[in-house]
């Protein structure tokens, strides 16, 4: 399985579990991309929460890398 499939199969598998367990302590995420030219902020629907253990946290530096990872709380 390459990175890209198994980096789908995370999402997927992902978004799936959080379908029926929407009020549990999982966090929404959220985007932000940085240009030369602008920032843009995106808002995600619902179903992109993730519950922060340390897997979950370890699967997202490696779909991106380490220092494009940013968490902010509120």
Known sequence: MN???????????ALSNTDTSINDNCLPL????YE???IANVGL???WRIYPNDDNLQQL????SEDNL???YS
């Open 61 to 64: 530096k490696n779909m991106v």
């Open 30 to 33: 959220g985007l932000s991309i």
């Open 45 to 47: 629907s619902e179903h």
């Open 36 to 38: 030369e030219f602008g």
């Open 3 to 13: 990175q890209n499939s198994a980096n789908q199969s995370y999402a997927n598998n």
């Open 70 to 72: 940013h968490f902010h």
